[in-house]
C-alpha cells in the first residue's frame, strides 16, 4: 500500500481581545513566525459569552488571521503550544490580553486547536486536541452540535468562505 504525502492545510488564527493596543503588534508577530497573512477579517463583538472576561476584561473583540503558507495538518499541536507561548509576550496584570487559537482548514472542515478534553476532540500530542469546528457541505460551512456558540451562530462563515476559496486556488497550484 502505498502512502500518500500529507495534505497541506491553511492555517486560521483566531484572536481574542478587549484591547486593541496589541493587536497590531500580535499580528505582526504571527506574521514573523508563520509568513505574511492574506486575510485578517474585520472585527467581531466577542459578547457571546462571558468566558474570558475575569482575565480579559468585558468588551471582547475577535479577529482571524490566515497565512499565506500553507502547512501540514499534523503541526496543529506544536502550533498551539507556540500560539500559547507568544499570548505570554502580551500578559498584563491579571492575565492574558490576547487569546489566540489556532487552527486549520482544508476543504471540508475547520479545525481548533484545544488544550481541553471534550468528548468529540481527537488527542494530538502533548496535551493538544484536535477540535473539529465546522464542516464544509453543499456550498456552505456548518457547525457540529458542539461548536461553540461563536461558530455556530454563522456570523464567521464569509470570511472563512473567502479564506476556503483562496485555500482551494492555493491546493491547485501544489
Given at each position: 500500500?502505498?502512502?500518500?504525502e500529507t495534505p497541506k492545510v491553511?492555517?486560521?488564527?483566531?484572536?481574542?481581545?478587549?484591547?486593541?493596543?496589541?493587536?497590531?503588534?500580535?499580528?505582526?508577530?504571527?506574521?514573523?513566525?508563520?509568513?505574511?497573512?492574506?486575510?485578517?477579517?474585520?472585527?467581531?463583538?466577542?459578547?457571546?459569552?462571558?468566558?474570558?472576561?475575569?482575565?480579559?476584561?468585558?468588551?471582547?473583540?475577535?479577529?482571524?488571521?490566515?497565512?499565506?503558507?500553507?502547512?501540514?495538518?499534523?503541526?496543529?499541536?506544536?502550533?498551539?503550544?507556540?500560539?500559547?507561548?507568544?499570548?505570554?509576550?502580551?500578559?498584563?496584570?491579571?492575565?492574558?490580553?490576547?487569546?489566540?487559537?489556532?487552527?486549520?482548514?482544508?476543504?471540508?472542515?475547520?479545525?481548533?486547536?484545544?488544550?481541553?478534553?471534550?468528548?468529540?476532540?481527537?488527542?494530538?500530542?502533548?496535551?493538544?486536541?484536535?477540535?473539529?469546528?465546522?464542516?464544509?457541505?453543499?456550498?456552505?460551512?456548518?457547525?457540529?452540535?458542539?461548536?461553540?456558540?461563536?461558530?455556530?451562530?454563522?456570523?464567521?462563515?464569509?470570511?472563512?468562505?473567502?479564506?476556503?476559496?483562496?485555500?482551494?486556488?492555493?491546493?491547485?497550484?501544489?
Amino acid at each position: 500500500m502505498e502512502i500518500q504525502e500529507t495534505p497541506k492545510v491553511k492555517y486560521i488564527f483566531g484572536l481574542i481581545y478587549s484591547d486593541d493596543s496589541n493587536i497590531t503588534a500580535c499580528i505582526n508577530h504571527l506574521e514573523k513566525v508563520f509568513g505574511p497573512s492574506d486575510f485578517i477579517s474585520k472585527e467581531y463583538s466577542f459578547d457571546i459569552t462571558d468566558y474570558y472576561e475575569n482575565e480579559m476584561g468585558s468588551g471582547l473583540k475577535r479577529k482571524f488571521i490566515s497565512f499565506i503558507n500553507l502547512i501540514e495538518a499534523q503541526k496543529l499541536s506544536e502550533i498551539k503550544r507556540l500560539s500559547n507561548i507568544i499570548e505570554e509576550y502580551y500578559l498584563k496584570e491579571n492575565g492574558r490580553s490576547i487569546n489566540l487559537d489556532p487552527g486549520y482548514m482544508d476543504l471540508d472542515k475547520f479545525i481548533l486547536a484545544s488544550a481541553k478534553y471534550g468528548r468529540q476532540k481527537i488527542y494530538l500530542d502533548k496535551g493538544i486536541y484536535a477540535d473539529p469546528t465546522l464542516y464544509f457541505f453543499k456550498k456552505e460551512f456548518h457547525a457540529y452540535a458542539w461548536s461553540f456558540p461563536d461558530f455556530s451562530s454563522g456570523m464567521y462563515n464569509e470570511y472563512f468562505l473567502k479564506v476556503r476559496v483562496q485555500y482551494k486556488h492555493q491546493i491547485k497550484k501544489t
